[in-house]
């Protein structure tokens, strides 16, 4: 099986946890458009979605699934997200499409965090993916000088303004040891949005592309 084959194994086991007419909270990334798309094949039995991104809104939309602002959604039952690492305490590194933000508002809603992801983002110790930050434009240089007092090496990803209007720094080197310290001193520096990091409120489900097909780990 190819990367790719794994993704949407995952995916497609996803369904699994979708509940008749609920609404569907969705996230971001290649992973999670093969979920939109196997999503498709039962749009009649659930009202809609709330997404994480304007590029995940269009192809629900695309799809005829109806997207909700999360504004006028009570609660989410169950979101489905990837990630970019998982370790074995279900924290995450999240954020390589620049939709972390609104991906940790949607997972703070949601009752339960359902990750799908190819065996290849399993880690012992995050860190090797470097981690994205949010950050208010104006703020970029500061925030940049403040991550190497944390042990960073922060790089702005050039090009790239997110969905909220603001940019991303990506942090290498870091030393992930404390996931949930780490994720609240990022987000403590004035200026910082969010983090990729998804300790504090990580995944309670793991759907595991493998060679072998989908593995549900809980
Ligand atoms: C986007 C994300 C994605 O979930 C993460 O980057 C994984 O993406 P993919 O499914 O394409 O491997 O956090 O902000």
């Given at each position: 099986m190819t990367q790719d084959e794994m993704k949407k194994a995952a995916a497609i086991k996803a369904l699994d946890f979708v509940q008749k007419d609920s609404i569907v909270g969705v996230g971001t990334g290649s992973t999670v458009n093969h979920f939109i798309d196997a999503l498709a094949t039962m749009?009649?039995?659930?009202?809609g979605a709330v997404s994480s991104s304007e590029e995940s809104s269009k192809r629900l939309r695309a799809h005829g699934i109806e997207v909700f602002d999360l504004n006028n959604v009570?609660?989410?039952?169950v979101y489905v997200d990837g990630a970019d690492e998982i370790t074995k305490h279900m924290h995450m590194i999240k954020g390589g499409g620049a939709a972390l933000t609104r991906e940790k508002i949607v997972a703070a809603v949601a009752k339960t965090f359902v990750c799908i992801c190819?065996?290849?983002?399993?880690?012992?110790?995050?860190?090797n993916f470097p981690l994205p930050v949010e950050v208010i434009p104006m703020a970029r240089s500061y925030v940049a000088r403040e991550l190497v007092k944390l042990g960073g090496d922060p790089s702005y990803r050039q090009g790239v303004v997110t969905d909220n209007g603001n940019v991303i720094l990506d942090v290498y080197?870091?030393?992930?040891?404390d996931p949930i310290t780490l994720e609240r001193d990022i987000n403590a520096?004035?200026?910082?949005?969010?983090?990729?990091?998804?300790?504090?409120?990580?995944?309670?489900?793991l759907v595991l592309g493998t060679p072998n097909g989908a593995k549900v780990i809980k």
């Open positions: 749009k009649h039995d659930i009202e009570d609660a989410i039952d190819d065996e290849t983002k399993q880690v012992s110790v995050l860190g080197n870091l030393d992930i040891i520096l004035v200026g910082v949005v969010t983090n990729g990091l998804f300790a504090a409120r990580g995944a309670n489900i």
